[in-house]
């Protein structure tokens, strides 16, 4: 009996500090550092009133095990810091109590820069000692401390409690949407509430509107004016001074930012991003503003390139970040061992594509030999592999199927998995197209060839399609007018061609209706559209002399073999160019622009040149991508057979390229191996490039529901 008291009394205090699984693990992990998240976790149990708190301490504890720093800022001495109390404090008399939307205004501006002037020149005198970054790897439960950790978890159920903005919370939400001292996973740094509260909660809080927009109004008229009194060219990362120190265009450090102030002040943000773009290489970080009723609000969102078919340019999947693990992440729900791509490799990561668009679940058949749990609908991204990751399935290996739950309508998809470390197409390409709008059920629309064997001749004129805001700005030249004249003010201008339909998205050539000696020619842009959208503008003669040093004209652009037959050896014309000695300007003037891609927004562009010449032709092109086929340049064909395979390499010779012997009926994708980035799949039936989002496999505009 003495045996089993005795055995008692060893084990009850044993088991009275036996924390939740996931707390433990994360307390093994801490080394040293165990006692400090211990100190927090018994702070908050001993008092029952605390056991909110004491859930919370475990939840952020219990997941801290998944985040870690690459990097730590040191600031060599407290400068900075006073600096910014400083400033800080002027920032009041800066601005006064106006109201939000009087915060742009011309006359504050004005003012608030007299102010930056003042300070800037104290500054000068007083230089602040910018901080040095420490690479290495620096695991949150080795280096956050009980102190930081219990004055962030107060300042977190202050901001729950008394934000109008956060009371409807449950707890559950709260901890994803206030409590979490991080908002992106393996970002560098982090910061505590309490802090960001102390720094941003002043400001917040003189917003008139009261509502999402008007605080990031305040947010960013506030760090605007730090950071431009501070005028410090901080390249580097250092957490929330990065927005004070120089300015960094990463949406990274932005939305991360952002999203930590504005949960420290009591507002529910989240931090979502995608991996990709339907038309462009990139991913990007944004800001989601989350309220009781069904409005949408960001900061920083992800940007539609192209706002005449947002629905085309847009991200094909969204993901958000989070603190906790996911049970439905892949990284959870994949098998020992089993390979995933770098983007997905986290438990912290929650899809939510459905929040963004119309999406459905699709079954396909899977009948692979494999140990994994999981396979993967990729979507196309202008890389090396030509694909990026854009949602995951589950395989089901008895019914022999794989089903994705987010499936997003008119998307290309390459369904693949690992083996091993290699990605494996395991079908065809295919999009979802809705089969009765009424019924909400799909079909599965695949791109397989119809005669796998022949084989074809294609003749290819882009790379990407014409951008729909592009060839808008090209039909707003309509009116625009070519004029000579012998009198520098233009005073007795002739009214040379005017330009009556949309240029085309290259060059063309026009001939003036009036042929006779002028010493000045220039372009007006129509009145009711006043910024020349003109690139390159060329006036052409063939009557000249030896000591004009005239160049050759620039040719026109030929898009067949036909009219490259036609027009070998019939140039005959030479390009004016303007007298820079009297005239220094024009020697990098908009009118010279050597590139078809930045067009010159003046209302006229002059030439003047050193005597009176005849112009027999005119050659203009419009502001465009460039991303027709651009003599000189090297390109890559490749088609799609269960990965990208190469159809061959040619040099363009003229403004299109000729393959021969190409296997048909393929999705195909050019590349410009010299330049350019923008580059998209097409189709080729009856002698055209049907390029998708744009001639085929068109999403529609309802599917995008923000």
């Known amino acids: 009996m003495k045996k ?3 055995l008692l009394v060893l084990i ?23 006692g400090e998240l211990e100190k927090v976790l018994r702070h908050y149990r001993e008092a029952p009133a605390d056991s909110l708190k004491y859930k919370a301490a475990c939840f952020l504890i219990d997941n801290m095990k998944w985040h870690l720093s690459t990097e730590q800022a040191i600031f060599p001495d407290s400068s900075i810091y006073k600096w910014h109390t400083r400033i800080d404090s002027l920032y009041k008399y800066a601005t006064g109590n106006i109201r939000d939307t009087m915060l742009n205004s011309r006359y504050y501006e004005e003012r608030n820069y007299y102010f930056q002037i003042a300070i800037k020149k104290l500054i000068n005198a007083m230089p602040v000692d910018t901080p040095t970054i420490k690479k290495g790897t620096f695991p949150d439960p080795k280096y956050i401390s009980s102190a930081f950790l219990v004055s962030h978890i107060e300042n977190a159920f202050q901001a729950w409690q008394t934000s109008p903005h956060a009371s409807y919370l449950t707890f559950e939400q709260f901890k994803e949407l206030i409590l979490p001292y991080r908002a992106i996973a393996g970002y560098p740094f982090f910061e505590n509430g309490k802090r960001l509260n102390d720094m941003f909660k002043g400001w917040l809080d003189r917003s008139t509107m009261k509502d999402i927009l008007g605080f990031i109004l305040r947010y960013n008229h506030y760090t605007r004016f730090i950071r431009s009194s501070l005028a410090i060219n901080q390249w580097q990362h250092v957490g929330v001074y990065d927005l004070f120190l120089g300015y960094k265009g990463d949406c990274i450090c932005m939305a991360n930012n952002a999203c930590n102030i504005f949960r420290a002040y009591g507002i529910p943000v989240v ?8 038309e462009k290489t990139n991913r990007h970080f944004h800001c989601k503003f989350i309220d009781s009723t069904t409005n949408q609000n960001f900061y920083n969102k992800t940007f539609n390139f192209d706002t005449l078919s947002p629905y085309s340019s847009a991200s094909p999947s969204f993901f958000r970040n989070t603190f906790g693990a996911q049970t439905n992440s892949p990284y959870m729900l994949k098998a020992e061992g089993e390979y995933l791509p770098d983007y997905f490799d986290t438990p912290c990561l929650k899809e939510v594509t459905g929040e963004y668009y119309r999406v459905t679940r699709v079954s396909l058949p899977f009948d692979k030999d494999t140990p994994n749990h999981l396979a ?3 979507t196309f991204d202008n890389t090396p592999t030509g694909t990026a990751p854009a949602t995951w399935g ?13 499936v997003v309508y008119h998307t290309l998809y390459f369904p693949s998995y690992f083996r091993g470390d290699t990605l494996v197409s395991f079908a065809s390409p295919f999009y979802i197209a809705p089969a009765d709008s009424l019924s909400g059920s799909y079909q599965i629309v695949e791109i397989v060839p119809e005669h796998s064997t022949r084989k074809d001749t294609l003749v290819l004129l882009r790379k990407f399609p014409e951008k729909p805001y592009l060839k808008e700005q090209a ?10 004249a012998n009198r520098e003010d233009f005073s007795d201008s002739t009214l040379l061609y005017t330009i009556r339909e949309a240029p085309i998205l290259n ?9 006779r000696p002028f010493r000045f020619y220039r372009y007006v842009a129509p009145g009711e559209f006043p910024r020349s959208n003109m690139s390159i503008i060329e006036f052409l003669t063939d009557e000249y002399t030896p000591e004009d040093s005239l160049k050759r004209a620039t040719p026109l652009p030929v898009f067949s073999p036909e009219v490259a037959r036609k027009q070998k050896g019939q140039e005959t014309y030479m390009k004016l160019h303007p007298d820079i000695a009297k005239y220094p300007n024009q020697r990098w003037g908009p009118l010279y622009n050597t590139s078809m891609q930045y067009p010159s927004y003046e209302s006229t562009n002059e030439m003047s040149l050193k005597r009176p010449m005849k112009v027999k032709k005119i050659r203009v092109a419009p502001c465009n991508a460039e991303n027709h ?5 090297r390109y890559q064909l490749l088609y799609w057979d269960n990965e990208w395979k190469n159809a061959g390499t040619k040099i363009a010779r003229h403004n299109y390229l000729l393959f021969n012997n190409v296997p048909s009926d393929r999705l195909y994708w050019l590349r410009d191996l010299t330049t350019g980035k923008e580059e998209l799949p097409f189709l080729y039936h009856d002698n055209k490039q049907l390029f998708i989002y744009h001639d085929t496999i068109i999403p529609l505009k309802t599917n995008l529901l923000y």
């Open 4 to 6: 089993i008291a005795l």
């Open 12 to 34: 009850i205090p044993f088991a009275c500090t036996r924390y939740p699984a996931g707390v433990e693990e994360t307390l093994s992990l801490a080394g040293s550092n165990r």
């Open 271 to 278: 931090v979502d991003h995608n991996v990709s773009f339907r």
């Open 376 to 378: 993967f609908l990729y």
């Open 394 to 406: 589950k395989i089901d290996k008895a019914r022999k199927q794989v089903v994705f739950e987010n």
């Open 475 to 484: 039909k707003r030249m309509i009116g625009g007018r070519f004029e000579g």
């Open 507 to 515: 060059f063309q050539e026009y001939t003036p209706e009036i042929c």
């Open 629 to 633: 086929i651009v003599i000189g340049h």
